[in-house]
């Protein structure tokens, strides 16, 4: 039996996004997990003009980079924190914009377990329990 390669060309046919896909039969939740930076771009500019938004901009920040960004939560709320404390400490919205913002991502795929690359720290398995039964009744609903 040949040893499967996957890269650009059929990485999204074995790794689905789990915001956009559903499981199938023998799925498990591959994570992923690396380090990345925000730097001058769309997304950082949206983020800091909407720190400007009374009442929802700190909230659309966080939303925005963790949507966007893939950032969890809890790594979004520092990020923006420390933006906000830049500004607060008088750091102009172009030096804001020119500074990078090193943050954790993690994105979430549906995939085979043999699929996930082993002895990785940037990846992680999670079982999905009844995976099988849950699909079986939500086919006969």
């Keep these: 039996m040949s040893e ?20 199938q039969k023998g799925d498990v939740i591959a994570i992923y997990r690396t380090m990345a930076e925000l730097g001058n771009g ?3 500019e949206q983020i ?3 720190l400007f938004l009374e009442k929802v901009g700190p909230n659309k920040a966080i939303k925005l980079l963790t949507k966007l960004g893939k950032a969890p939560r ?12 830049d500004l607060h400490n008088g750091m102009s919205k172009p030096m804001v914009l020119a500074k990078t913002y090193e943050f954790l991502i993690e994105i979430h795929y549906y995939t085979k377990d043999e699929y996930v690359p082993k002895n990785d720290f940037h990846w992680e398995v999670i079982k999905i329990k009844n995976i099988d039964d849950f699909l079986c009744k939500s086919m006969s609903i």
């Design 4 to 23: 499967l390669i996957i890269d650009e060309s059929n990485f999204s046919q074995c790794f689905r996004d789990v915001e956009k896909n559903s499981p």
């Design 42 to 44: 769309d997304l950082k």
């Design 48 to 50: 800091v003009e909407s």
């Design 74 to 85: 809890k790594e979004a709320i520092r990020v923006i924190k420390n933006i906000l404390l």
